[in-house]
């Protein structure tokens, strides 16, 4: 983990994207044997592909998620945190999907497992330092 005052990013190579969930609420899982990271959207995110314009998806939309089965069992490369409550997973191909704070709701969260265990993080109404005071 590359830990900064403003960020936090972890280095998620040789994990792929093993299953979405789709409710209302968004959630990607990666997991291999040693290692696991579960990251949860519960409001609007964006998927960024190269090459394309950026799409905006509402978790409760079901009907419009169908673009983000793209990223099922695509190999990622990292997950970073931001103090302002900003995070982004991205891709090996630089596609990004990125939470920013809702002001009504929690925006996104993430627990990893194992080597992943430092990552226990929670955007709360109007966004703030996932990882609490420090």
Same mark, same amino acid.
């Given at each position: 983990m590359a830990e900064l005052p403003e960020s936090r990013e972890w280095d998620l190579?040789? @994990?792929d994207v093993t299953f @979405? #969930?789709?409710d209302y609420r968004f959630t990607v899982d990666m997991w291999s044997a040693d290692r696991s990271l579960s990251i949860i959207f519960g409001s609007e995110f964006i998927l =960024?592909? %190269?090459g394309c314009a950026d799409g905006v998806f509402d978790p409760e939309q079901n009907e419009m998620l169908g673009p983000l089965l793209l990223? @099922? #069992?695509r190999p990622v490369s990292r997950f970073k945190a931001s103090s302002d409550g900003r995070c982004v997973l991205r891709f090996a191909d630089g596609t990004e999907i990125r939470g920013e704070p809702d002001p009504q709701y929690?925006? !996104?969260e993430a627990q990893g497992t194992g080597g992943l265990e430092s990552i226990a993080l929670l955007c709360g %109404? =109007? =966004?703030g330092? %996932? !990882?609490g005071p420090g």
């Open positions: 190579t040789g @994990l @979405l #969930h789709f =960024g592909v %190269p990223v @099922l #069992h929690e925006a !996104w %109404p =109007g =966004g330092c %996932p !990882w």
